[in-house]
């Protein structure tokens, strides 16, 4: 009997790392505590930019300095745009604005602005100053479009050819740049663009069409023309909408006459998704940005103004109280009940209300279809209203033998929802309308509104009904 082979065991398949691998951390904190800053250079060597930034930012300061004094001169540039902003800027000012003027200008366009554009305007002008005059102009120029646009976005470099090249003198050219002037391509890209005897463009080719054709094979028949063209002064929101509904990598940017003048990639497109969904979440909390890695009294400070005007709404929720003192003195089962009606009416409004901030983001939430959008939300709330009612309503009736008590919470609690379903739609569109950001002001409007209907109706109808 001949001898059989052994079994060959299956591939065992890697694991997804997410995040930075806690034991890693604790050994490069060790090594900082320890005092070789060097130990710790070779443990972060191989990280990714990104994750050497998530390093940086759960150290303490003075970790954070030593730290930095032994990471490569070619990791830093990367690093910086994956920084939190006001940890950037504590590195910034750890670096001096010469160290980062030279980590900036080894940056493509979009990140370099990322980093820049964050700095007070006098720190702006010198760290310009410092760069190569070249990446200084690009990035003045980039300066002078409009905040949370396309042209603050996109990056300068890109692959523009004209129209009557061939497959084969795309690639002969793409070739010898990369050998001779490696500087002029981008670092990576997808797509490349064919711009007519103006530089307007006039189609794009994505990078897998082109290397599966013939080399004597024009542009012009490989070119895609449905071309969605962003102009410099489209806001980000729109950009990141028109990735989304057409599944985009690449879109070219155009100034005024209509010329190619840059790229938006989806690498930064995914970024733009990421902050507009914390900005949102942030607003809703009445939070105007993150904070989370502040110093207290800033954190403090920056909170301080929603909470004003939170109190001064829970001041006029009160109001409405007092206007039944008389009725809760003889009834104190009212006061027991009456938090109940306010917090289910604002947890609804809640609810509708983050579904409605969100499709108005989206675009979901149109003028064509808001009435409809409303009258369902007024539904779900009229329903819930009914359904809570009898649970509350049948709750009170046991708790204090009152039949009555049972049936004003009842009613109250079906008005409640009902206008807090309303509301959570309604409140937001009049904010659009108006030009407001509805992330940041309907969570005062919505709560304030169902807690002053939820107290007069439930304490209204208990003075009709009961007394």
């Known amino acids: 009997m001949s001898d059989l082979a052994p079994e060959s065991k299956p591939a065992e398949t890697p694991e997804v790392a997410v995040g930075l691998d806690t034991s890693l951390v ?19 060597e ?30 830093l540039p990367a690093v910086l745009p994956e920084l939190d902003d006001t940890v950037r800027d504590d590195i910034i000012a750890e670096l001096g604005l010469a160290e980062t003027a030279a980590a900036v200008a080894d940056l493509e366009t979009d990140d370099a602005l990322l980093v820049i554009s964050d700095l007070d305007a006098e720190d702006q002008k ?52 990369a050998e001779h002037d490696a500087d002029l391509l981008p670092t990576a890209f997808y797509d490349v663009f064919v711009v007519d005897p103006k530089h307007r463009p006039v189609g794009s080719l994505s990078l897998s069409r ?11 028949a490989l070119m895609q023309t449905d071309l969605k063209v962003l102009r410099t002064t489209t806001d980000q929101e729109d950009v990141a909408f028109l990735f989304r509904q057409r599944d985009l990598t690449s879109a070219p940017v155009v100034d005024e006459g209509g010329r190619l003048v840059g790229v938006v990639t989806i690498d930064d497109v995914v970024d733009v998704i990421d902050e507009e969904h914390e ?48 009725t809760i003195e003889q009834m104190v089962a009212l006061a027991v009940l009456m938090p109940i009606v306010a917090s289910m009416g604002g947890n609804a409004g809640t609810q509708t209300l983050t579904v409605a901030v969100r499709a108005l983001a989206t675009k979901q939430l149109t003028p064509t279809n808001a009435l409809r959008v409303i009258s369902k939300e007024t539904m779900v709330g009229f329903v819930n209203g009914i359904i809570f009612a009898v ?47 509805p992330a940041v002001a309907s969570s005062v409007f919505l709560t304030t509104l169902t807690d002053v209907i939820g107290f007069f109706a439930f304490l209204g109808l208990g003075t009709w009904l009961l007394l």
Do not use: C
Not at 37 to 44: H, M, N, P, S, T
Not at 283 to 300: C, I, M, N
């Open 46 to 75: 191989p990280l990714h930019a990104a994750d050497t930034a998530d390093l940086l930012q759960g150290l303490d300061n003075d970790q954070r300095r030593l730290l930095l004094g032994v990471i490569s001169k070619e990791l």
């Open 126 to 177: 010198l760290v310009l100053a410092a760069m190569p005059p070249p990446d200084r102009a690009l990035i003045a120029q980039a300066l002078a479009y409009p905040e949370y646009s396309a042209g603050r976005l996109m990056q300068r470099e890109l692959v523009a050819l004209p129209l009557f090249w061939t497959v084969g003198e795309t690639i002969d050219h793409l070739r010898q740049t």
């Open 391 to 437: 649970i509350t309503g049948t709750v009170a009736w046991l708790w204090f033998d009152n039949l009555g008590l049972g049936v004003v919470i009842g009613l109250a609690m079906v008005v409640n929802l009902l206008v807090a379903g309303l509301s959570g739609v309604v409140i937001p569109l009049i904010l659009d309308w108006r030009g407001i950001d």
């Open 279 to 326: 900005d949102d979440i942030m607003h809703l909390g009445g939070v105007s940005e993150d904070d989370f890695y502040r110093a207290s009294f800033a954190t403090a400070r920056a909170r301080f103004t929603w909470l004003l005007v939170n109190l001064g709404t829970a001041v006029l929720a009160s109001a409405v109280i007092g206007l039944f003192d008389a």
């Open 210 to 220: 082109l290397i599966r054709a013939r080399r004597q094979v024009p542009l012009s």
């Open 26 to 44: 604790e050994a490069v904190v060790a090594a900082l505590a320890a005092g070789d800053a060097e130990a710790a250079g070779r443990l972060i």
